[in-house]
């Protein structure tokens, strides 16, 4: 482990396809944050292809047309065996990848993705990370970090879900961002910001009373409270 790794965790301890099976169920709140975060990033891809950076069970990869060239990279090979088995097909691959550089060309992506990975990691090796984004995409290629806010309400969503849920984050979340934070690391790492703003409010959690009840909310949930108050970060930026 060099001095930019982040602390150990085991992250094969949360069992292979724990994400991806709650997502396909289709019920319940868990399922329908995961559903609308993904729909959210999908807003921002623009038309061509797709690295996703910490892929974990391939599940976003998953949610989109097979015919889009999507590879998915992480840590992980049972996750990426799991990820190849159950959201692969179409023009859709998976590799293992562990430290950076990552086996792939350069400038060879339309659209890079870093989904809920860089509070895994520590600040310093997320800007390694990014650096090598930045040199998969083309020059006109375009990224999404997502990440939660931690200015935001969601140190309370989280210390509920350690307390109540399956799994918990206490161990897993070792950087904790906030808008100018998340700016300062794609700064670092040669990314010109486009915006970060919030996103993933309230809509998700009435889906307790039905899947039909989210549909409802997300139509009726003002958007400039969303992006105001959300619990999570998505930043768009661009290669110097």
């Not at 038309?47 to 069970?57: E, Q, T, V, Y």
């Not at 590799?95 to 509070?119: F, M, S």
């Not at 990691?121 to 984004?133: M, P, Q």
Request: a negative charge; hydrophobic letters at 40%; one cysteine or more.
């Amino acid at each position: 482990m060099n001095e930019n790794s982040p602390p150990a965790f085991e992250y094969d301890s949360i069992a292979t396809g724990y994400y991806d099976e709650i997502f396909k169920r289709r019920r319940g709140v868990q399922s329908r944050w995961h559903h609308d975060k993904f729909a959210r990033i999908r807003e921002e891809l623009q038309p061509g292809s797709l690295l996703d950076i910490g892929c974990g069970p391939g599940t976003f990869i998953g949610t989109l047309d097979p015919e889009v060239e999507a590879t998915g990279v992480d840590i992980s090979e049972q996750q990426i065996r799991y990820a190849e088995a159950h959201n692969g097909g179409g023009a859709r691959g998976y590799v293992v990848c562990g430290e950076p550089p990552i086996d792939l060309p350069d400038a060879r992506y339309d659209n890079v993705t870093l989904i809920e990975l860089v509070e895994h990691l520590t600040f310093d090796h997320s800007v390694v990370l990014l650096k090598e984004a930045r040199r998969l995409l083309k020059p006109d290629g375009r990224l999404l970090v997502s990440t939660p806010d931690y200015a935001s309400l969601w140190p309370y969503l989280e210390a509920l879900v350690n307390r109540l849920g399956d799994v918990s984050y206490e161990d897993q979340h070792i950087t904790h961002f906030d808008k100018p934070m998340l700016q300062r690391l794609l700064d670092e790492a040669g990314f010109a910001v486009d915006w970060v703003e919030n996103y993933q409010f309230l809509a998700p959690f009435t889906a307790a009373l039905g899947w039909g009840s989210a549909d409802l909310a997300n139509r009726l949930e003002p958007r400039w409270l969303v992006r105001t108050g959300g619990f999570l970060l998505l930043a768009r930026a661009h290669p110097k």
